[in-house]
Every structure is written in structure tokens, then in C-alpha cells.
């Protein structure tokens, strides 16, 4: 909240990572910001498989082995589901700061994933609007219901003698 002339009382909302609050009513080139996530994770994607694909031919020029190629085939393939999967949960709810670090090793393995997570999301909204939306509302709902109780000071309430 801001006591500055101009500036509406109640919280404000949380602003989104290449958004800002132009979540909040769909202006400032939501539409637009929208089209260039989702074409830049797309683009990080496959730019990101492309490097993974020099890395698997690295493997097979160092003659390593078809276990050793598969182990790593599967472990990417396994950290990007995890990732994609956990990302997604993350744009519905607040992820538990002890999980996520725990599990932050894996989570950059499977970068791929969550890229491909958030270009899925930007199709239908900003990644995150719909937790930042119910958030931004309940803190809405209840700042109206609190200055709404309040009609006086109460410190010139008048008490009995």
C-alpha cells in the first residue's frame, strides 16, 4: 500500500516474470508479451535439444558404450518429465522452498522440461497468472472486508463512565 495521491489503497498484485502486472487486466502488451514467451521458450527448447544432440554424438564418437549412451538418454529424458511435471504443479501452487532445493540438481538437468512447460502454459495465460490471480484476489477480498469494519477511529470511541 502507498499513501502517494493517485495510487489505489489495498495490496498490490505480484508482479510476473516478463509480465510484470499486466496480468492483471490483460493491457500494456499482455497479448503480445504472451506470443513472445511462448516463441522464446519454443525456440530455448529446441535450441537446448539441438545442443543435447551434440552431446549424444560426443558419446557415440567416444565409443562409450550402448549402456553408458543409455543411461544418459534415459536420465535426461526421466529429469525433463520431473521437470515439466513439477513446474507445471508450480503454476497452480506455491512449491515448498525445501523440496525445491533439494531437488534443484535434478531440475537443471531436466531444464528441457520445464522450458517446454512454460511455452504449454504461455499458450493459455502468463505462467502463473491463474495462482497469482486467486492470490491477488484473496488479499483483495480480505483488505475489503477489513477497512470495511472500520468506519471511525477507535481510539475516540466514547466509553461508559
Known amino acids: 500500500m502507498s499513501d502517494e495521491p493517485g495510487t489505489p489503497a489495498g495490496p498490490c498484485p505480484e508482479p510476473i516474470r516478463f509480465f510484470g502486472t499486466t496480468w ?17 521458450s519454443l525456440a530455448a527448447a529446441v535450441l537446448s535439444c539441438l545442443v543435447l544432440r551434440f552431446a549424444y554424438e560426443g558419446l557415440e564418437i567416444a565409443a562409450v558404450g550402448g ?17 515439466f511435471r513439477r513446474t507445471w504443479e508450480g503454476f497452480t501452487k506455491r512449491p515448498d522452498p525445501d523440496t525445491q532445493a533439494s531437488l534443484r540438481g535434478l531440475l537443471t538437468i531436466g531444464f528441457i522440461g520445464a522450458l517446454l512447460a512454460y511455452f504449454a502454459r504461455s499458450l493459455t495465460e502468463a505462467p502463473g497468472e491463474k495462482l497469482h490471480r486467486q492470490e491477488y484476489e484473496a488479499a483483495r477480498i480480505q483488505h475489503d472486508r477489513r477497512t470495511s469494519r472500520r468506519t471511525k477511529n477507535p481510539s475516540r470511541k466514547r466509553r461508559p463512565h
Not at 493491457?27 to 503480445?32: C, P
Open 24 to 40: 492483471v487486466n490483460h493491457d500494456g502488451g499482455y497479448a503480445a508479451r504472451r506470443a513472445g514467451v511462448a516463441a522464446g
Open 67 to 83: 549402456f553408458v549412451t543409455l543411461l544418459v538418454v534415459v536420465m535426461f529424458a526421466t529429469c525433463s518429465a520431473i521437470a
